[in-house]
């Protein structure tokens, strides 16, 4: 039996395209989202960090086999776009074939007037899914954040569907970890709004895993970093590997959190029994 052809507009901020964002895209032909979050017009101090970069969260809607996504800057102008004004300019049943597909809590034009209810009084057939859940409770963008932000990589994971990865830039470091004996290609995240917890992560980037902290490194006193940076020391190896190169990071679970050590053979040796804990499969 053939699959029928998709069709529809999926319309959403979708930040971190989670399982519940999955299950409503999944169903569409294109998507509708914005390059950035509302509340960082409306209020920009009840705006959330981000999970993801524009470009990431584009690309994460894309592989959810969604032909087509249309982003839209939101401005001053559009932001007083009454509710029927933004039905008609972008969600007409040419645009969206005649169906919308959008998740529980979605709003749309000023002061979030518009829902699904009226998107139906103009002929539009909208479907609304139903939250997922993961241990109970509904998956959402917030919780995702704020399991990073706890370091718990295990359930951000469950409900994202998939390693949450971040995009970063190599950069040349001071030889600390080659002198320590853990070479580390160093790392800093492209524009990361998420407050990612200080610690020891295990990863994978390139097809290879690995073992980073992601901190200042304090036991180095006087010669730590300023601000956190990602440093990852591979276990087969370090690749060769370029300043200013691009990197994907997958982080695949949390060690501990970073520590001040009373001396660097005190460091060293925690470091071996991260990479053996990683090594037998306890992370």
């Not at 102008?77 to 919308?100: H, I, N, P, Q, W």
């Not at 002061?111 to 997922?132: K, M, Q």
């Not at 409900?159 to 970063?168: E, H, I, K, Q, S």
Request: charged share 25%.
């Amino acid at each position: 039996m053939r699959c029928s052809a998709r069709r529809g507009l999926a319309v959403g901020f979708f930040d971190g395209v989670h399982l519940g964002h999955q299950s409503v895209l999944r169903r569409a032909a294109a998507a509708l989202t914005f390059r950035t979050h509302p509340l960082s017009l409306l209020a920009p101090n009840r705006a959330p960090r981000l999970l993801m970069s524009p470009e990431s969260r584009i690309a994460a809607i894309k592989n959810c086999g969604v032909g087509k996504v249309v982003v839209l800057d939101f401005t001053c102008d559009l932001a007083r776009m009454s509710a029927k004004e933004f039905m008609l300019r972008y969600l007409d049943r040419k645009t969206c074939d005649g169906v919308v597909y959008c998740g529980e809590n979605w709003r749309f034009g000023r002061g979030g007037e518009g829902d699904a209810r009226l998107l139906r009084s103009y002929g539009i057939d909208v479907e609304v899914i139903p939250y997922a859940e993961h241990l109970g409770d509904r998956i959402s963008s917030t919780r995702i954040r704020a399991a990073l932000e706890a370091g718990e990589i295990k359930d951000a994971t469950a409900m994202l569907g998939r390693p949450w990865t971040v995009d970063g830039v190599a950069f040349q470091g001071k030889g600390e970890g080659t002198a320590l004996g853990f070479p580390t290609i160093n790392i800093r995240f492209k524009g990361l709004e998420l407050q990612l917890r200080r610690g020891v992560y295990a990863v994978e980037a390139a097809g290879r895993r690995g073992i980073a902290n992601y901190g200042v490194a304090p036991t180095f006193g006087d010669r730590a970093w300023k601000d956190p940076i990602l440093e990852v020391h591979f276990l087969d190896g370090m690749p060769c590997t370029q300043p200013e190169s691009d990197w994907t990071v997958s982080f695949l679970g949390f060690l501990r959190p970073e520590t001040v050590f009373p001396s660097l053979g005190d460091l060293r040796r925690q470091i071996n029994a991260d990479i053996a804990a990683l090594r037998q499969g306890h992370v």
